[in-house]
């Protein structure tokens, strides 16, 4: 690369390199509009046939799923006629020979509005242990119990957990009540109706049929490492 030293040149030819790089720059912005005016465009012409091709997949599969609950609406009503299930089983897996489907029902943990006040006092009475750092690694134990999740749920099982250190440990207090209005409020939510599906391959072992977007696998040949982040 040949450097110039713009001293050595008079002032029409450093105006003339001025004016270049000035036509440069304004060429290099030019082609950035362009390129993402072709970006813009090469999106409106690929997503609305790829939305199509998705949501003919999700109208597929959500077919496929009521068929499969009707298919074995006979099935499970007998089953329950029969043997009977617990009134809280959320799932039943039927198998035949080397298949196998599984289909319910999945919840995710709920609390009613007055669950807050018995968190308060669960904390009311936590603060009043905190004495010492022994102490106060248990209280931050005990806390993390009544952590809410991403959903602002608490988690029944947590909630659990700190109800037997209660009724074995502070039996009586406020901790103890608090942590039973809590259990009070309780008020799980149906979160989905699912179907998955097993099978045995031809050297025994047990695979799952893919059932989402997600969990299928692309075909053989099909090259996405253009993707993937390149090691320098």
Do not use: C
Request: aromatic share 6%; charged share 30%.
């Amino acid at each position: 690369m040949t450097t110039i030293d713009i001293t050595l040149l008079s002032p029409e030819d450093r105006k003339k390199l001025v004016d270049q790089a000035k036509e440069i720059e304004k060429q290099d912005k030019q082609k950035r509009i362009d390129d993402l005016k072709a970006l813009d465009e090469l999106a409106a012409e690929s997503l609305p046939t790829s939305m199509a091709i998705l949501r003919k997949a999700s109208e597929a599969l959500e077919e496929a799923k009521a068929k499969v609950f009707q298919e074995f609406e006979a099935y499970l009503k007998m089953k329950i006629a029969t043997i009977g299930v617990k009134n809280n089983q959320q799932s039943h897996t039927i198998t035949v020979a080397k298949e196998s489907i599984k289909l319910g029902y999945r919840i995710t943990d709920g609390y009613g509005e007055n669950a807050s006040y018995g968190i308060a006092m669960v904390h009311r009475f936590l603060q009043t242990l905190a004495k010492d750092d022994n102490s106060n690694k248990l209280l931050g134990s005990l806390l993390r119990l009544l952590q809410k999740n991403g959903k602002g749920d608490l988690d029944s099982k947590k909630v659990l957990e700190l109800k037997q250190i209660a009724d074995k440990d502070y039996p009586g207090t406020e901790f103890q009540k608090g942590v039973e209005l809590i259990q009070e409020e309780y008020s799980p939510k149906l979160s989905k109706w699912f179907i998955e599906a097993y099978y045995i391959d031809e050297i025994g072992v047990e695979r799952s049929l893919p059932l989402s977007m997600t969990s299928v696998d692309l075909p053989k040949g099909t090259d996405l490492t253009f993707l993937l982040p390149k090691n320098n």
